[in-house]
């Protein structure tokens, strides 16, 4: 298997990117990367790793890179030659199974839907996040990819999901659960009440009603939808929130008296392993569900770790043909009338 990955994506490009693809061909059986981005720096690094020789690793050369703060629409027309749109392009002609994409989320989602295009009967694509929970793993999208959606995007959106959670973390029928303020059928914005009904009425997809915020750590549902303002907020508040309480615990340490401190230690594993749960390292990144390929995200500051990881990732949703999966599901829902919203 081969996958494509942008070496000059990301805070710590191309040096880490390329490290972790050097990584990722030793440790992983039966993969090979094609490493996108300036020809002589990758080389030069290539060298350094003590991999330029190796079959597995090769470079396509690519002359522009797009900048974290430019708009990724304008950017993606302007720059033909970056490296997220060769390293798309090698997966749309068949050159390549995958793209492990670090850096501007917003470049990646652009060149995906300009490069790849989308599954048919899917309209807007969606980031997929698994988020650690008391019960193992619940499966978030979007977490960025669509803010302004429509009832139709979150029921694609839950059949993403459903296809996700169950070929990646081995649910037989995996739950599916509406993000809202409250149970009741009637509460929330328009959007999700007009999404309630249709997903109520999905013929393969398990429905469960509405979930609060709160039960997305509970592990309530095995699939939570929103669109994606709302869930990117909920990731990076859980985030910033597992990690202000493994700060306090340790200065709990610190500042107070010996029972206290003996709570806080017992307590201090157990945060960090949530923590781990959170951290995009551990993660490598999150697949971009409904373009018509399979396209990973990896975090803007990722580094050889998560790029191993990403790469493991890319590999295994290619193998377990996540594509073909969501097309027969979205064939065999039929055509998902979109109610308006006003």
């Known amino acids: 298997m081969k996958i494509a990955v942008d070496a000059m994506g990301g805070d710590f490009a191309p040096g880490e990117i390329v490290k972790g693809a050097v990584t990722a061909v030793k440790t992983l059986s039966d993969i090979?990367?094609?490493l996108v981005g300036d020809e002589t720096q990758i080389h030069d690094l290539l060298v350094t790793y003590g991999a330029a020789d190796n079959p597995k690793l090769s470079i396509r050369h690519a002359s522009e890179?797009?900048?974290m703060g430019e708009h990724p629409g304008q950017a993606i027309r302007k720059k033909k030659d970056a490296s997220v749109v060769v390293a798309t392009k090698l997966v749309r002609t068949k050159e390549c199974d995958a793209v492990v994409a670090p850096g501007s989320t917003g470049a990646a989602v652009a060149a995906a839907l300009f490069g790849l295009g989308r599954i048919k009967g899917i309209d807007r694509p969606a980031i997929a996040t698994?988020?650690?929970?008391?019960?193992?793993?619940?499966?978030?999208?979007?977490?960025?990819?669509?803010?302004?959606?429509k009832p139709k995007h979150l029921v694609q959106n839950a059949i993403m999901g459903y296809n996700y959670a169950k070929l990646m973390f081995g649910e037989e029928n995996p739950s599916v659960g509406l993000l809202n303020i409250g149970e009741e059928a009637t509460k929330g914005t328009e959007l999700v009440q007009a999404a309630y009904p249709m997903l109520?009425?999905?013929?393969?997809?398990?429905?469960?009603?509405?979930?609060?915020g709160r039960d997305i750590?509970?592990?309530?549902?095995?699939?939570?939808?929103?669109d994606g303002f709302v869930g990117n907020v909920i990731l990076k508040?859980?985030?910033?929130?597992?990690?202000a309480a493994v700060q306090i615990a340790k200065q709990a340490i610190k500042d107070t008296g010996w029972l206290a401190k003996l709570g806080a230690l017992l307590l201090v594993p157990a945060l960090k392993k949530m923590k781990k749960g959170f951290d995009h390292k551990e993660n490598g990144g999150a697949p971009?569900?409904?373009?018509?390929?399979?396209f990973l995200i990896a975090h803007g500051s990722s580094k050889e770790k998560e790029i191993v990881t990403a790469i493991k990732i890319a590999s295994d949703l290619v193998e377990r043909k996540i594509i073909d999966n969501i097309q027969k599901s979205i064939e065999a829902e039929g055509v998902i009338e979109d109610v308006d919203v006003e």
Do not use: W, Y
């Not at 698994?130 to 959606?149: E, F, H, Y």
């Not at 109520?200 to 609060?212: A, D, M, R, S």
């Open 288 to 294: 971009l569900l409904g373009v018509n390929g399979v």
């Open 217 to 226: 750590p509970k592990g309530t549902v095995d699939v939570v939808v929103c």
């Open 32 to 34: 090979e990367v094609v």
């Open 65 to 67: 890179v797009i900048e």
């Open 200 to 212: 109520q009425h999905l013929k393969t997809i398990p429905f469960k009603g509405n979930v609060e």
């Open 130 to 149: 698994p988020i650690p929970t008391l019960r193992g793993t619940t499966v978030m999208l979007d977490s960025g990819a669509n803010a302004n959606c």
């Open 237 to 243: 508040f859980g985030e910033g929130l597992v990690s």
